[in-house]
């Protein structure tokens, strides 16, 4: 356990929230306790239950965080573009990067989908978080495609969604990195047809 220091209730969340992750990813979910993430914060076992009751809403915390940041970098993107050319090489640049790189984002979201198997309430879970995020990105997107409704930007976005976690868990659970790596232009264009086709 670490020395006990003084923070807010943001921040105590915040370090049970980072030390979590890196024993998740050290020990994988399935095998991670409750004691193992207490024994990586300053919190007693009293106080650390004061903010989750256990592995499953903490690891959720984590997926949930994870995907408000990758939402938030997307609309910063958007806003930094002139045009709507220069957004979507830049999107497309940017879902290959987050396709082939390694990242504690894409480890943790991995262990999330395997949960699936063993407790059908985890794609529940996932649902909700994947909705919450798509709409707000859908909002902010319009700007760029005037001639999309929110319900087509929505469908668009939830399939651009789909198929970017459906190639991540083949290229990396199913070890495919190169055959996606040798043909990168036919995965770019699988996103801007998802994008550009009415």
Not at 43 to 48: A, D, M, V
Not at 160 to 167: D, I, P, R, Y
Request: aromatic residues 14%; proline residues 1%.
């Amino acid at each position: 356990m670490k020395k006990y220091i003084r923070k807010s209730r943001p921040e105590r969340k915040k370090e049970i929230i980072v030390a979590a992750t890196q024993v998740f990813l050290q020990k994988g979910y399935r095998h991670t306790t409750m004691e193992d993430i207490i024994q990586e914060t300053s919190l007693s076992k009293g106080g650390f239950y004061h903010y989750f009751k256990s592995t499953r809403e903490i690891f959720l915390a984590i997926m949930e965080e994870c995907a408000q940041e990758n939402v938030c970098y997307l609309k910063a993107l958007e806003s930094s573009c002139q045009s709507k050319d220069e957004f979507i090489n830049k999107l497309e640049e940017y879902l290959l990067k987050r396709l082939f790189e390694k990242h504690d984002q894409r480890d943790i979201y991995l262990m999330g989908v395997s949960e699936v198997f063993y407790d059908q309430e985890y794609l529940g879970y996932l649902d909700k978080i994947e909705q919450k995020y798509i709409k707000d990105l859908s909002r902010c997107w319009l700007q760029r495609f005037p001639d999309y409704t929110e319900t087509q930007m929505t469908e668009k976005l939830k399939l651009l969604s789909e198929v970017f976690h459906a190639l991540m868990i083949s290229c990396h659970l199913f070890k495919k990195e190169k055959l996606y790596q040798e043909n990168q232009q036919y995965i770019k264009n699988i996103f801007l047809n998802i994008l550009l086709d009415k």
